[in-house]
């Protein structure tokens, strides 16, 4: 019988970057695991937390419960977005003294895995037989590196891709400069830790920057293509499905 699990795209690709999802399901299907995309799924809430309004993310976090509950396990698109549901859900929920959905809450976060560590940490994969012949560099997001403590999961799945020639970011366990609404309510700041982090990718060298997070790639491509630097970006799973099977629109640009 066929592993099953459910997708969780989450909003920003789901609107933004549906070949990520497109992308990751051809991965995990050639490893013989079936993927199932509940309908249901919305928004994880993590902008209203952010903003400072976390009962506007309770009714969100009582429909990834709702959605996700009969899930055996549950893996997002999205280092942050698999943050806030580690980092904020059961305090939501204790928020609504609702000794039910505090019970559930508990059961179903563990069974929430970012796409790289389940690969590596639960199936005990580096190797999916990807291939993708070019220059690339990893930029360890925010909440990817500081809140789940993905070190190397991504890394180690890169190094196995055939003919990817993975070079050092310097500083890159620097933040990009996006931060969600950060970026927009301090752009100045914004832009000048942006301003840092493409100089860094210049100078590697690199093709293609590859990152768990279309957020911060979205951040990081703005500028790249100002500054007229030929990189693209590239999700994780994007890199990992080149070589299984024809994706319409996966190109390399996001």
Not at 91 to 100: I, V
Not at 138 to 157: E, F, G, K, Q
Not at 225 to 244: D, F
């Amino acid at each position: 019988m066929a592993r099953t699990l459910s997708l969780f795209v989450s909003c920003f690709n789901d609107t933004l970057y549906p070949k990520t999802a497109k992308s990751a399901e051809v991965v995990l299907n050639s490893l013989g695991i079936k993927v199932e995309f509940p309908r249901k799924q919305t928004c994880c809430g993590q902008i209203h937390i952010n903003t400072g309004f976390a009962s506007g993310a309770i009714p969100l976090m009582r429909n990834f419960i709702d959605t996700f509950e009969a899930s055996e396990e549950i893996v997002a698109l999205s280092g942050s977005c698999t943050a806030m549901i580690r980092e904020h859900y059961q305090d939501l929920a204790e928020r609504t003294h609702d000794s039910g959905l505090i019970a559930r809450t508990e059961e179903l976060v563990p069974r929430v895995f970012e796409f790289s560590e389940y690969l590596t940490n639960v199936l005990g994969i580096t190797d999916v037989g990807a291939s993708y012949p070019h220059r690339v560099v990893y930029h360890p997001t925010c909440h990817s590196l500081r809140s789940l403590h993905i070190y190397d999961s991504a890394v180690r799945l890169l190094c196995a891709v055939k003919g990817l020639e993975l070079v050092v970011l310097p500083y890159a366990e620097q933040c990009c400069g996006f931060g969600g609404t950060f970026s927009i309510k301090n752009s100045a700041m914004s832009a000048a830790i942006l301003a840092d982090k493409v100089g860094n990718i210049v100078s590697a060298r690199a093709e293609t920057v590859v990152a768990l997070d279309n957020s911060c790639l979205m951040h990081i491509s703005g500028a790249l293509r100002r500054n007229n630097t030929g990189i693209s970006v590239m999700h994780l799973a994007e890199v990992l499905a080149h070589g299984l099977e024809a994706i319409e629109g996966t190109d390399g640009q996001n």
